[in-house]
């Protein structure tokens, strides 16, 4: 496996015909292996071969199968399989349940027989299952006193819409189904015939909670493939982005989990305080989501003596005030009755299903692309990777509250070892043929992944983006088990996972 | 008793924190209404129509569809007469799609008071917010308009947890197809009188995804919005005076 261009540890650049193929057999071998050996599964996906044979059906001799792995210290591995024909394929789910994701979306989307996968419910109902979300059945109990609750897709709050359909007895949950795919927008195929230099607007509408992270991994890998660098100063504005859509979306996060439980001072504290971050951004970049902040090679906006003045004076009025509230939400009886013991993931669970990110951590899995790969600004200045024990909704506010706490202090860091940066002008690309890329980052929720292939002229052939929300919203399902339907709300804002990043 | 003291060390540090005007607010640094200078484009020139991700811009005459547009800010780098820049004016909203384009010479106009609208829900509006593919951008920027920095409460506008209840539908999202449905059944399971609030690129023309096959968009040939925001997302200072204006309200403050 040949690398041509100086990677980045957050991503693989390779040609084409170099990544290393194999037959399905040993393909599958491969991937238990890695699995064995430790080494952590970041993505499962299918790409259709470029070529002749490209065009009319999908058979599984034109589309390849793609594992992306961590391997601690050694960074990432990316190797395919192919198959000769459809009974070779034996879903690896059934041996890792952490699997079913990844296998259900390429059922989907390239018809791939998984005979014998345990589940092969529609991951977004898209391409032939477009419009079919009502014809689906669902799983059902059945006994005496056994009901049905369904609920969504248009919910009490302002959120995207996502179907959640109970099997209870009393209030006690004995199941949950959740049906997603209501967010559809077609967002992979548009990525693949969009012009390079306007997929940015686009990346960043993939999930817009999380823009500065999908931009940042697209930057970086669209950066790899046409081998252009950035400097270490435009990294650290990154870095300081990236914790700043971190912290914004943590506050959000804390600020639900209190309006839920009826903690009115969090309810408005963390949002005002949320409010005070989003605008720091908005004085950084003009959005205050960060948008338009970042292209390929390119800082859009200078950042000034001004700049860092202001981002100091900012955080550190809501460190003083963040402090205050976090004392104030710790001790009161009514956040941790009702957060305490509720939705639980315990760790083993958590691994065996797959659970990343923030979840993760949460449920004392040290998963973290920031710790795990290094990359970037986090090379020279790292940042603390924390985990909490116990996987319940009160482990997934503690979390946030620590990551929000180390991130400003971080972000003060970097800007300390700051001068002044300036505004680069745009750059051309040109990218290189027949080569593909992964690129990762780890966004506020857990790592977004992307793959972008190009053919003979280096034109896009295919781009795959992957939210940690598509593994994650099945740790929600296990967490609401055994818990009362009452306390639903605050398990699903605890994990806080986005619908859209699932639904593409 | 120390809990009480903590409680009332939050209160303290908490302070005011609503915008006292919401007519007359400063968002500093943000990228809103664009400004178009008189001074005629190089000739042949068509680099900003070029660059522009969601073909928001005519040439001959200038203008730029801001129901379209991102505010990405590429035409206002791209051209090079600089006869484009964003300004911080967050008085994004029109009555009219057509309202949204604005060139030479042809500003945003100013938002009559809608008669109907204002008669009925001028001193209470509750709103139901719909996203329809929308990627939690526009939904967080309404979710922040009730909140303790914006409260457009102070108006008795509220985002309220049924269609049953709600008087206004707040649109974001470009429409997909796997949401239509559901889209159209609450907002035929709100009661008469009603109407819709189309909210961001998204919801107005399709935004980055306008030329996706897998949205379906027919739910607004139905029922025409009374109101467009523009944005992506839009300000929630754009959405609050958009319907401050559509309600007659004359002043930003209560």
């Given at each position: 496996m040949a690398i041509i261009v100086a990677n980045h540890p957050n991503v693989l650049t390779t040609k084409i015909n170099e990544v290393e193929t194999l037959g399905y057999k040993s393909f599958r071998a491969k991937v238990e292996e890695q699995i064995a050996s430790g080494n952590r599964l970041l993505s499962f996906f299918g790409s259709p071969i470029q070529g002749p044979e490209k065009q009319g059906v999908t058979t599984p001799k034109n589309v390849a199968l793609n594992a992306v792995f961590l391997a601690t210290g050694r960074g990432l591995i990316h190797f395919r399989g192919i198959a000769e024909a459809a009974e070779e394929y034996k879903p690896l789910?059934?041996?890792?349940?952490?699997?079913?994701?990844?296998?259900?979306?390429?059922?989907?989307?390239?018809?791939?027989?998984?005979?014998?996968?345990?589940?092969?419910?529609?991951?977004?109902?898209?391409g032939k299952q477009l419009g079919k979300m009502n014809d689906y059945r669902f799983y059902k109990l059945e006994g005496k006193e056994v009901h049905e609750v369904a609920v969504g897709p248009v919910h009490a709050g302002v959120i995207e819409p996502g179907h959640f359909r109970f099997m209870c007895h009393g209030e006690k949950v004995y199941h949950l189904e959740i049906h997603l795919g209501y967010q559809h927008r077609g967002a992979e195929a548009l990525l693949t015939k969009t012009e390079p230099r306007k997929i940015s607007p686009l990346i960043e509408s993939i999930a817009g909670d999380t823009a500065v992270a999908y931009t940042v991994a697209f930057c970086r890998g669209w950066e790899a493939l046409c081998g252009i660098s950035v400097s270490p100063e435009v990294e650290c504005i990154r870095g300081i982005a990236l914790?700043?859509?971190?912290?914004?979306?943590?506050?959000?996060?804390?600020?639900?989990?209190?309006?839920?439980?009826?903690?009115?001072?969090?309810?408005?504290?963390?949002?005002?305080?949320?409010?005070?971050?989003?605008?720091?951004?908005?004085?950084l970049c003009g959005s205050r989501f960060g948008r338009s902040w970042f292209r390929p090679g390119q800082l859009r906006f200078a950042f000034t003596e001004k700049h860092k003045a202001d981002i100091r004076k900012t955080i550190d009025q809501v460190q003083k005030d963040i402090a205050l509230i976090n004392r104030l939400f710790r001790q009161s009886t009514t956040v941790r009755h009702r957060l305490c013991t509720t939705g639980t993931v315990p760790t083993e669970l958590a691994k065996s299903i797959g659970i990343v990110g923030m979840t993760g951590r949460a449920s004392g899995v040290a998963c973290d692309t920031r710790g795990e790969l290094k990359g970037g600004v986090y090379a020279a200045h790292p940042i603390e990777v924390v985990t909490e024990p116990d996987g319940d909704c009160w482990s997934r506010g503690l979390i946030r509250i620590r990551e929000i706490d180390l991130s400003l202090d971080w972000i003060l860091k970097i800007v300390n070892s700051l001068s002044e940066v300036s505004e680069n002008e745009r750059v051309e690309y040109s990218p290189l043929p027949n080569a593909c890329v992964v690129s990762v980052e780890e966004g506020w929720r857990g790592e977004v992944v992307q793959y972008i292939e190009t053919d003979s002229s280096g034109k896009i052939a295919h781009f795959k983006v992957q939210d940690p929300s598509i593994r994650n919203w099945f740790g929600l399902a296990q967490a609401v088990k055994d818990n009362a339907i009452y306390d639903f709300p605050i398990c699903n804002k605890s994990f806080d996972l986005s619908y859209c990043g699932n639904d593409l | 008793m120390e809990l009480i003291w903590d409680a009332i060390k939050v209160r303290m540090s908490q302070?005011?924190?609503f915008v006292p005007d919401l007519r007359g607010a400063n968002p500093v640094g943000f990228r809103g209404l664009p400004v178009i200078d008189t001074k005629p484009c190089a000739s042949g020139c068509t680099q900003c129509v070029d660059e522009c991700p969601t073909d928001a811009i005519k040439l001959e005459p200038f203008t730029i569809d801001l129901g379209k547009c991102v505010f990405c800010d590429e035409c206002a780098r791209t051209c090079p007469e600089n006869k484009v820049s964003f300004g911080a004016g967050y008085r994004l909203a029109s009555r009219t799609r057509a309202g949204l384009i604005v060139g030479e010479g042809k500003a945003l106009s100013d938002i009559e008071a809608c008669d109907w609208i204002r008669k009925i829900f001028?001193?209470?509006?509750?709103?139901?917010?719909?996203?329809?593919?929308?990627?939690?951008?526009?939904?967080?920027?309404?979710?922040?308009?009730?909140?303790?920095?914006?409260?457009?409460?102070?108006?008795?506008?509220?985002?309220?947890?049924?269609?049953?209840?709600?008087?206004g539908l707040i649109l974001s999202g470009p429409i997909s197809a796997n949401m239509a449905e559901a889209l159209a059944l609450t907002y035929e399971g709100m009661p008469d009188p009603k109407f819709v609030i189309a909210v961001g690129a998204c919801a107005i023309s399709g935004g980055v995804f306008a030329s996706s096959p897998a949205l379906d968009r027919r739910f607004l040939d139905r029922f025409e919005p009374d109101l467009y925001v523009a944005g992506c997302p839009p300000h929630p200072l754009s959405i609050v005076n958009g319907l401050l204006d559509l309600l007659g309200h004359q002043s930003g403050t209560w």
């Open positions: 789910t059934n041996k890792f349940s952490f699997m079913h994701c990844f296998e259900r979306e390429i059922h989907d989307q390239y018809g791939l027989p998984m005979t014998g996968h345990p589940w092969l419910k529609p991951i977004r109902f898209e914790e700043l859509e971190r912290v914004a979306m943590h506050l959000v996060g804390l600020g639900g989990l209190a309006t839920d439980v009826a903690f009115l001072p969090g309810s408005s504290t963390y949002g005002r305080l949320r409010t005070s971050v989003i605008n720091l951004s908005m004085r | 302070g005011k924190q001028g001193r209470s509006l509750k709103l139901r917010s719909v996203s329809a593919g929308g990627c939690n951008g526009c939904e967080l920027e309404v979710n922040a308009m009730a909140n303790v920095n914006f409260d457009m409460g102070r108006f008795g506008i509220d985002i309220v947890a049924s269609p049953r209840h709600a008087d």
